[in-house]
């Protein structure tokens, strides 16, 4: 369960936090009671969170009011995809932006983590850092240890780069990468990520991981992956960007 903490005075930084210059950006589904906690516990550690609502119908979005979460409503929804370049260009307007991280809303995000991952991007000086998840334990699904396997060695296969966690929503961008990603990604639903790292590759940006947690909840269904449709979108966006790009 996440703990929210309280939110810094205005031009106060919290103890631990990442950097004022962090722009946190959230896609948001009808993710119900856990987008709170996910946005307040963000919220204690940058001065910016941006809560990008893909046309949900719970009305959870609408009752957030912590200080420094910004919601940006989407008429409809269209797809993670979508949400992460919408919320990306909103990130790209604030001055001075150091980085942008996106998290997932559904609470498989620690947000105690976004130091770490902001402290792997400074110290490796990358354009694109991916949370890597640990998979071993007995609560992770068979089905995500099998998917992340399976699409790893595919991408290593077609990108001869060894990723170890090529599917985790846990990113830190920089601002160069993020205006690339605007221009050059399609959005769509959940292989928009993958056409990221395709871009990240391909175009020479620097690429790194970093460990992150991650909570499974049995029954969330908050979580709107559809394991057989999205997974093979996500393999046909890879071809389709690697062929385009030869």
Not at 219 to 245: E, Q, T, W
Request: net charge positive; proline share 6%; hydrophobic share 45%.
């Amino acid at each position: 369960m996440l703990v929210s903490m309280d939110r810094p005075t205005e031009n106060e930084t919290p103890s631990g936090a990442a950097s004022p210059a962090i722009t946190v950006v959230i896609p948001c589904f009808d993710a119900g009671h856990r987008i709170r906690p996910v946005a307040e516990g963000a919220a204690a550690l940058v001065a910016r969170v941006l809560v990008v609502d893909d046309g949900s119908t719970d009305g959870a979005v609408a009752a957030l009011s912590t200080p420094g979460v910004e919601v940006l409503r989407l008429p409809h929804n269209r797809g993670k995809g979508h949400a992460i370049i919408e919320g990306l260009k909103r990130a790209l307007a604030q001055p001075n932006l150091e980085a942008a991280c996106l998290m997932d809303a559904d609470g498989q995000h620690d947000p105690a983590d976004i130091p770490g991952l902001v402290e792997a991007f400074r110290r490796e000086r990358a354009d694109l850092v991916i949370g890597q998840r640990v998979f071993g334990g007995a609560a992770v699904p068979w089905r995500s240890r099998f998917g992340n396997q399976v699409t790893a060695r595919v991408t290593r296969l077609l990108l001869g780069r060894n990723l170890p966690d090529t599917q985790c929503g846990f990113r830190v961008l920089s601002p160069r990468f993020a205006r690339a990603v605007v221009d050059r990604v399609a959005g769509g639903r959940y292989e928009t990520e993958m056409e990221m790292i395709v871009l990240a590759v391909r175009g020479g940006f620097t690429l790194a991981h970093a460990p992150v947690r991650t909570v499974y909840e049995p029954g969330n269904s908050s979580s709107h992956f559809r394991k057989v449709r999205d997974s093979v979108r996500i393999y046909l966006r890879l071809a389709r960007a690697l062929l385009g790009r030869r």
